[in-house]
């Protein structure tokens, strides 16, 4: 089978682990149906999958790590379901990768850096997520016909190559953002602006190290009375 298109049908249960054993199957078309469960990680063996479309289902679970393995993959579509967990690092060496459609999930955690690097990468949209933190720096290298990251919880500076016009609505739905270079839609980064992220960071940091000050402080008293 190269293709598997049981699109727009009212098909329930989950997507089998068999679905691996598919390694000649180039597209995988399940949309607009109830499938629940996870997707599972033997995707990964469908070596020759080009173009999956899993969206307006009842999916959950994560998207596993194994999808990194499809080297040929063309357009992913997950959309409108309820999958959560982060948007896995090994999505970047998707090489093929051109459209990515996350929107309306649970998808949390930051986007990772190596979506950046994907050089086919022509439609990204994960809006109406729960994402964190920055927007990655690499996205500036991007040729991007769509973006977006609308309704969102990320925050700082959008690089500067992204901060324009054509990308106006991309960013809505996100109050953290900012930028630097004075862009209409966006607030305009403060000297101290940086990610929510990256404070939070910083004082779970310094939070560990008072601990631990206190805690050689304390073991010191202990030492010298005794």
Same mark, same amino acid.
């Given at each position: 089978?190269?293709?598997?298109? /049981? =699109? $727009? #049908?009212?098909?329930? +249960? @989950? %997507?089998?682990?068999?679905? !691996? *054993? &598919? ?6 078309? /399940? =949309? $607009? #149906?109830?499938?629940? +469960? @996870? %997707?599972?990680?033997?995707? !990964? *063996? &469908? ?9 307006? #289902?009842?999916?959950? +679970? ?5 999808? !990194? ?7 992913l579509?997950?959309?409108? #379901?309820?999958?959560? +967990? ?5 999505? !970047? ?29 022509n ?23 769509f ?45 101290g602006?940086?990610s ?14 008072a ?16």
């Amino acid at each position: 089978v190269n293709v598997m298109d /049981l =699109a $727009g #049908n009212q098909l329930t +249960g @989950a %997507i089998g682990d068999g679905i !691996g *054993n &598919a390694t000649a199957m180039t597209s995988l078309l /399940l =949309a $607009g #149906n109830r499938f629940a +469960g @996870a %997707i599972p990680p033997s995707i !990964g *063996n &469908a070596a020759s999958l080009e173009n999956m479309d899993v969206s307006e #289902n009842e999916l959950s +679970g994560e998207l596993p790590e194994s999808i !990194g393995r499809l080297s040929r993959l063309n357009s992913l579509s997950i959309g409108a #379901n309820a999958i959560g +967990g982060a948007i896995p690092a090994s999505l !970047g060496s998707c090489s093929a990768l051109s459209t990515v459609n996350f929107t309306r999930n649970k998808l949390a955690g930051a986007i990772p850096e190596e979506l950046g690097n994907l050089p086919r990468l022509n439609s990204l949209d994960v809006s109406r997520n729960e994402l964190t933190g920055a927007v990655p720096a690499s996205f500036a290298a991007l040729k991007l016909s769509f973006l977006n990251l609308s309704d969102n919880r990320l925050s700082g500076p959008v690089p500067e190559a992204l901060a324009i016009s054509a990308y106006g609505d991309s960013f809505v739905g996100n109050p953290g953002l900012c930028a630097t270079n004075g862009a209409g839609f966006l607030r305009r980064c403060t000297p101290g602006s940086r990610s929510r992220s990256a404070n939070a960071a910083r004082l779970v940091v310094t939070c560990v190290l008072a601990a631990t000050a206190v805690l050689l402080a304390a073991l010191g008293v202990t030492l010298y009375l005794r």
